[in-house]
């Protein structure tokens, strides 16, 4: 299958133990374009200089291509302002902003915090920190055998006791597209808020905020062709004018005297300290990317690339996938499985042999892996620059394993 996007990727003519790279790990991190190398590096050869803080031509030309990129990110996800959008390192500063700021800040003894049973755990401990200090208790929805949430935990879990709804958009492990609209109306119906980690899903989905009516949503960079270091926080502007600051120190100041401050409004209230400029230049240049090709396309690919290797995998006999087995359009490209009898890191070892980069880990989902009933899985990951031939050289490689590891008992 020729694939027109790979040549716009340097790094996949790359070869690893004599063979080319075949990387299925893009759950864990996307590869970069070249047009996001060359926007991040411009970006350092011809505007570098602190923001906000110069009052020389270079420095405002710094400002000027940092707030250009807010601006691109807040239409990229339909957001009314772009003092909406937080710049934040990660999906995980982000949640922990929010546990921190927002979960404080609102929540009392015996409030409840609802999450799915396969966050990641990002999407977990700071709100297990936040609970813990504020006598607060997290409810968790548990998954059917397809892997997708149970219809009678949405109806029972979110009650008049909830205060926060926390839920991943995809599950990073099973690749479930969650049913976040009838999440967040069902959360909004009790007066809870509603978090949506779109980690997973806004590489391959378009996700628009106002539509959905999310109260917040977050997001890394790296997983959707961007540079790693930079990641968003949207909030809804009353959410965020109401949440005192996370982090304090430069910056995100109106006036400091000796014993108080006060604060700068949003988006800076959230920003402190000296920002990843270059980041957020090489995000926008990943979303006009991305905008160019169009979502369509991307999940055209990966619907396909997913179907043949769902197919290819339910030919072998001593493979066990993990979630939904079909492509139904409730699941992504993320794929679980396990060789049965084999350790997956055994598994991965032997695929690396072959240059190909698959995951193999409880990827940071523990509590997901004892719902299972598994220490640890396999897990392949597709993104639109993949294609059926490396799927082809991926299932020959599988059916090494069991020649060289034997048949077990
Ligand atoms: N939420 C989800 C759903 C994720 O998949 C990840 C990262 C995170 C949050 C945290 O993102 P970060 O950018 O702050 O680290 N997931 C994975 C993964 O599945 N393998 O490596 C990282």
């Known amino acids: 299958m020729y694939n027109q996007f790979r040549k716009d990727f340097p790094i996949l003519n790359s070869t690893f133990h004599g063979k080319p790279l075949i990387y299925l790990d893009n759950a864990a ?41 807010r601006k691109v990110a807040a239409e990229f996800i339909h957001a009314d302002n772009p003092s909406e959008v937080i710049f934040t390192k990660n999906t995980t500063e ?38 813990k200090e504020k006598g607060a208790v997290l409810t968790y929805l548990y998954l059917n055998e397809e892997g997708h949430i149970l219809e009678e935990d949405l109806e029972k879990k979110i009650t008049e006791n909830t205060k926060i709804v926390s839920v991943a958009h995809v599950s990073n492990v099973l690749g479930t597209i969650h049913p976040i609209e009838k999440i967040i109306q069902k959360a909004h119906s009790v007066g809870a808020v509603v978090v949506l980690d779109t980690a997973q899903g806004i590489p391959h989905y378009p996700v628009d905020v106002k539509q959905l009516d999310v109260d917040f949503l977050v997001f890394s960079g790296h997983k959707m062709l961007a540079p790693m270091g930079i990641g ?11 949440m005192p600051p996370f982090l304090t120190g430069g910056e995100m100041i109106e006036y400091v005297s000796e014993q108080v401050a006060t604060f700068a409004p949003l988006p800076h209230k959230f920003e402190a300290g000296t920002p990843n400029v270059g980041g957020a230049v090489g995000l926008a240049a990943a979303m006009e990317y991305i905008n160019q090709i169009g979502y369509e396309t991307i999940q055209k690919t990966e619907e396909e690339l997913t179907g043949y290797a769902l197919e290819e995998l339910n030919k072998l006999w001593d493979i066990t996938i ?8 409730k699941r992504s490209g993320v794929i679980s499985f396990n060789v049965d009898g084999i350790h997956p890191h055994d598994t991965a070892s032997i695929l690396d042999g072959d240059g190909i980069a698959i995951r193999a880990g409880h990827h940071c989902a523990q509590p997901l892996m004892k719902y299972l009933k598994v220490p640890a899985t396999c897990r392949i990951s597709f993104y639109f620059y993949n294609t059926k031939e490396e799927i082809d050289l991926f299932i020959q490689s599988l059916k090494k394993v069991r020649r060289w590891l034997g048949y077990g008992n």
């Open 29 to 69: 991190t996307s590869q970069k374009p070249n047009s996001v190398l060359k926007a991040e590096g411009e970006y350092y050869q011809k505007h570098n200089a602190n923001p906000y803080r110069g009052l020389y031509e270079l420095s405002v030309e710094a400002t000027d291509a940092y707030e250009r990129a």
């Open 94 to 131: 982000a949640l922990n902003l929010i546990a921190y700021s927002y979960g404080r800040s609102v929540l009392n003894s015996g409030d409840e915090i609802v999450l799915s049973i396969s966050e990641h755990h990002s999407n977990i401990i700071p709100w297990q920190q936040a609970a």
């Open 232 to 242: 968003v926080l949207y909030g809804k502007e009353k959410l965020l004018n109401a």
């Open 322 to 329: 993990y979630g939904d087995k079909a492509n139904n359009g």
